[in-house]
């Protein structure tokens, strides 16, 4: 489009004077906007005001503005143009005239009319944020009512309505999962969202009671002290819930430290206690629990002191740790035989503690309790002493009655008396039998004494109340758990440590009395106190309480935690 | 304002921030609760008590300044103090968090403290630098007397370009209404001149005009100096110099009022986040401190 624009101004004097331009492109803008093509300085024009472009041969004139524009006189805001049509824009005017030959379009434009209009509604430039379409307080308003409905006003009402709780978390809109400062720990997850169950009052700090709907109340019996003041306490004095790290027991050392200090403060009267506050800073030896004998009455098990003359386990055997360890092996049936510590030391399902011995298992098969060789199969049983004198009667009375020829039979007629098919009379058989319990007792006393039982057994010879010969086998106490207070897992030392006698200094051991447990200062040259956390050069493990003891009664399996 | 707020007698507010942050970290230190440190502790509702106070305290600076009638202390005072323990107040409440920090509303409004912190700290930046770089830029001029000047340039230039026949009027009318500097905040921030000039193409009558980029003058300068290197007539080549001398007083006068626009700017913006964040911070420490007492 090619258009002539005829700018008119008028002088002082009341001459016209004309200047022409040309112009070439799309379109002719018209606006307030300084990159308008005609830029028109009146405050009552937009921007961007209007258009005038060709369509075909026709001239059109489109305005996006509000106000629109007049063409003759009529409000519009598309219109065609002919010549002789006058547009006026605010107080600017535009008369339309025949064009030119080489020219599309053709209008004149009066600069002195605009001049006068824009002089009185010239613009001062905007210089200040004021002046711009920014603004503070709206915006403060704005944030503050959104930030207060988002995060409390309609989390807060969700909280009242249970199935607006419902919607809103579900929808992803604000509720109150937007106040948890923190995850709730493993064991609670399956509160989910349900924050009622322990939050049950608003403004309330969470009571005991809300955990004993699900909790025992016997939780915290803590061992045979029977503190019934710790009952006393806010559960969540000790367990606190979205914290981070989560951690639902409180390990620190202090929560223990806080009466075991000085425990004689707390418990009752004559129950033994020992201070300590940290596993390296205070800390009694280990206390071993040994099954000991006393002069009348049950056994009872005692908690000895590893460090301590007492410390020797009296389980009524003879176990050389040396000699089934001699790297040039151990007697057996089959000749020398190798052993290593795991052929009778088994982990438990789990690999926490090992398997208790048992003889059938782990000593029999070098321990063998036959007794006749001529008939190696037949043993004699194990842990019943009146039960192997009962065997090897009956085995000798059997074999002496069916047996032929007698070998301790003197005289022909006896021997041949003894002959299969021949009927023993009343006389050869009591003669017979009478052998087989000399042959028994013979025997008996043979493995009692100096072949089988004695090897491991203490036994003692006697007289049974019939005057008949009986034996006493000294009665086994092995430790059934040595550290009763602390747990422990072998499986969670075994990647650093491989050797058992890293810990157990079983090779040198002679005599069955040794108690092989490794005592606190072996355990220390791993584990540091809880203040090696802080201190990490040291490359020892931060050891708290909580690490190997229970809090809670280790009886009540539910709260015996094994980590 | 000048240094002295930050010197407000004898800094007797950077004092009391000092101590608060002192005993704060030193508290903190000290302090080995059973549990990691957080909110919940006595130290932590200590902390936590302090922040909301000084909060509230900060905000109610907004209140003093507009309290012309008020005694109670004067304003240059409450800026000093509010300046100081603002900034107590950071460390102060990133000792409540205990470090921890999540996507929950505490956290908010620790981020949205940590926002109205860093925009004030922007505001004392600018309050020391920006009015000396004011007063640098428009010498003893005032903005008014600028824009004064501004207008009596282009008259003079109106007149000297009606004098020289041709187009010489038109580009200098277009020149002048199409000047255009500031009017967005980010054009004022940005120092913007997005002027132009519609100067006639190069093609003579016949051709057509159009308008063009003229930051700083550029373009209508370029113009003037095309044509006066054409002009062989002595006279009309004195008329075109004393039309660029004038356009070129004229560039110098814009670029030193665009420079005060943006200066000033940028000496306000910081209080366009400043103040809303401020009330969205109130709003979060609202919700922060009841969600935590609702489920104790």
């Not at chain 1, 799309?26 to 028109?40: F, S, W, Y």
């Not at chain 1, 409905?149 to 579900?170: D, F, Q, S, Y």
């Not at chain 1, 001529?374 to 039960?387: F, I, L, N, Q």
């Not at chain 2, 509230?56 to 100081?84: E, M, P």
Request: hydrophobic share 45%; with cysteine; glycine share 8%.
């Amino acid at each position: 489009m090619r258009a002539l624009i005829r700018f008119l101004s008028r002088g002082a004097a009341g001459t016209v004077e004309q200047r022409d331009r040309t112009f070439a492109g799309e379109a002719i803008t018209l606006g307030r906007a300084t990159d308008q093509v005609l830029h028109l300085r009146d405050r009552r024009v937009e921007l961007e005001h209007a258009r005038i472009f060709l369509r075909g041969d026709r001239i059109l004139i489109s305005s996006a503005a509000i106000a629109g524009v007049t063409v003759n006189g009529a409000v519009c805001r598309d219109a065609a143009l002919r010549p002789g049509d006058v547009v006026a824009i605010g107080s600017n005017t535009l008369r339309f005239f025949a064009p030119p030959p080489d020219f599309d379009v053709a209008f004149s434009f009066e600069l002195d009319a605009a001049a006068r209009v824009t002089e009185a509604a010239r613009e001062r430039p905007v210089l200040d944020l004021a002046a711009t379409r920014m603004a503070k307080r709206p915006w403060a308003w704005i944030l503050f009512i959104a930030i207060g409905a988002a995060c409390l006003i309609v989390p807060a009402l969700g909280m009242k309505e249970e199935g607006l709780g419902g919607t809103l978390r579900a929808r992803g809109l604000p509720n109150d999962g937007w106040w948890i400062s923190g995850a709730l720990s493993p064991a609670h997850q399956n509160i989910g969202t349900a924050c009622e169950s322990c939050h049950a009052l608003p403004f309330v700090r969470v009571r005991n009671q809300e955990c004993l709907a699900c909790h025992a109340p016997t939780l915290h019996g803590h061992g045979s002290a029977g503190l019934d003041h710790l009952r006393a306490e806010r559960c969540t004095a000790c367990h606190v819930e979205h914290n981070e790290p989560t951690t639902l027991v409180r390990r620190d050392a202090r929560v223990c430290a806080d009466c075991h200090r000085d425990l004689a403060r707390v418990v009752a009267e004559g129950i033994e206690v020992q201070p300590a506050t940290d596993f390296v800073a205070l800390h009694p030896e280990f206390r071993v629990a040994l099954t000991l004998p006393t002069k009348q009455g049950p056994l009872v098990e005692q908690r000895m002191r590893l460090d301590s003359a007492a410390g020797q386990e009296r389980s009524g055997l003879a176990f050389p740790h040396d000699v089934h360890l001699d790297p040039a092996g151990v007697k057996s049936p089959e000749g020398k035989v190798v052993m290593a510590c795991g052929d009778c030391h088994q982990p438990e399902e789990g690999g926490g503690r090992m398997q208790p011995i048992a003889m059938e298992r782990h000593c029999a098969s070098c321990h063998r309790l036959d007794f006749e060789p001529a008939d190696p199969e037949r043993t004699v049983p194990h842990g019943d002493a009146a039960g192997v004198l009962r065997t090897l009667l009956e085995y000798y009375s059997a074999r002496y009655l069916e047996e032929y020829p007698d070998p301790h039979a003197t005289s022909r007629p006896e021997r041949l008396a003894a002959r299969p098919g021949v009927e023993l009379t009343a006389a050869q058989r009591t003669r017979a039998l009478e052998r087989a319990r000399t042959k028994a007792l013979a025997t008996a006393r043979d493995l009692f004494e100096r072949r089988t039982c004695h090897q491991c057994h203490q036994v003692t010879a006697a007289t049974a109340e019939d005057g008949s010969p009986t034996w006493i086998v000294a009665p086994t106490m092995l430790a059934r758990r040595w550290m009763p207070k602390a747990h422990f897992s072998h499986e969670r030392h075994s990647t650093a440590l491989t050797e058992c006698s890293t810990c157990h200094s079983a090779a040198d051991s002679q005599a069955a009395s040794d108690v092989l447990m490794p005592g606190i200062a072996t355990c220390r040259e791993c584990h540091g106190g809880s203040a090696v956390a802080a201190t990490p050069a040291a490359n020892l493990v931060p050891s708290d309480c909580a690490l190997c003891h229970f809090f809670h009664d280790p009886d009540s399996e539910r709260w015996v935690s094994n980590p | 304002m000048h240094a002295s707020i930050l010197a407000f007698a004898r800094k007797r507010y950077l004092w009391l921030a000092l101590a608060l942050s002192v005993a704060g970290i030193a508290a903190y230190s000290w302090h080995r609760p059973l549990d990691a440190p957080n909110g919940g502790t006595w130290l932590g509702y200590t902390l936590g008590g302090v922040g909301a106070a000084l909060i509230l305290l900060l905000l109610l600076f907004g209140i003093r300044k507009r309290s012309y009638r008020s005694s109670l202390g004067t304003v240059q005072g409450w800026l000093s103090a509010h300046v100081y323990l603002g900034t107590a107040l950071l460390i102060i409440v990133t000792l409540h968090t205990g470090f921890q920090f999540g996507w929950n509303v505490h956290t908010l409004a620790y981020a949205l403290m940590c926002l109205v912190i860093a925009s004030g700290a922007f505001g004392v930046f600018a309050y020391l630098r920006y009015p000396h770089a004011l007063s640098d830029n428009r010498g003893n001029l005032t903005r008014e007397q600028m824009l004064e000047e501004l207008a009596s340039l282009d008259d003079r230039c109106m007149r000297a370009a009606t004098r020289i026949p041709g187009a010489f009027a038109d580009v200098l009318i277009s020149n002048r209404d199409r000047t255009s500097i500031g009017g967005s905040a980010l054009a004022l921030l940005a120092g913007r001149d997005s002027s132009r000039v519609v100067v006639p193409a190069s093609g003579g009558a016949r051709g057509s005009e159009r308008a063009i980029d003229n930051p700083e003058q550029r373009a209508v300068l370029e113009w003037l100096a095309d044509r006066l290197s054409r002009s062989t007539d002595g006279t009309l080549t004195q008329q075109i110099g004393e039309l660029m001398s004038l356009v070129s007083t004229r560039k110098l006068l814009l670029r030193k009022l665009t420079r005060d626009a943006q200066i000033r700017a940028w000496l306000e913006i910081w209080l366009y986040v400043h103040v809303p964040l401020s009330f969205g911070l109130l709003a979060a420490l609202i919700a922060h401190v009841v969600a935590v007492f609702l489920y104790w």
